[in-house]
C-alpha cells in the first residue's frame, strides 16, 4: 500500500506513531489543532490527510463520516495509554492499509 498521511486525534497516545512505520504520522497537538469540534477537526484533517485515527467511539455518530474526504479508523482499547494501544498494531496496519475515504473501519 502507498504511503498515507495520517492523524493521530487528540486522545490517542502519540508514540503510536512510532509503531506506524512508512506512513507519515503526526499528532493532533502536533498540528495545533487542540481543542477543535470533531466537525472542523475533520474538515481540516480531510485537507491534508488519508487516514484519522481515534478512540472515540462516538465520532461515527456524531459525524456524517461519508462526507469527509479521510478514512477514519478507531480503536476499541481498555485505555488509550500506549501499552493497551500496542497489541492491535498489526491490526490497525492492515486497517490503514484498507480503509477508504468516508470509511470508518474498528479495529479491536
Given at each position: 500500500?502507498?504511503?498515507?498521511?495520517?492523524l493521530l486525534d487528540e486522545c490517542v497516545h502519540a508514540q503510536l506513531g512510532k509503531y506506524i512505520p512508512g506512513h507519515?504520522?503526526?499528532s493532533v497537538p502536533?498540528?495545533?489543532?487542540?481543542?477543535?469540534?470533531?466537525?472542523d477537526l475533520l474538515a481540516r484533517a480531510q485537507?491534508?490527510?488519508?487516514?484519522?485515527?481515534?478512540?472515540?467511539?462516538?465520532?461515527?455518530?456524531?459525524?456524517s463520516l461519508v462526507a469527509f474526504s479521510l478514512g477514519?479508523?478507531?480503536?476499541?482499547?481498555?485505555?488509550?495509554?500506549?501499552?493497551d494501544l500496542l497489541p492491535m498494531t498489526q491490526q490497525l496496519l492492515e486497517a490503514i492499509d484498507s480503509v477508504q475515504a468516508g470509511q470508518v473501519n474498528h479495529v479491536s
Open positions: 500500500m502507498p504511503h498515507r498521511k495520517i507519515n504520522v503526526i502536533q498540528k495545533g489543532w487542540t481543542g477543535l469540534k470533531n466537525g485537507v491534508e490527510f488519508d487516514v484519522f485515527i481515534t478512540v472515540d467511539r462516538n465520532l461515527a455518530f456524531q459525524q477514519v479508523i478507531v480503536l476499541h482499547a481498555p485505555t488509550n495509554r500506549l501499552e
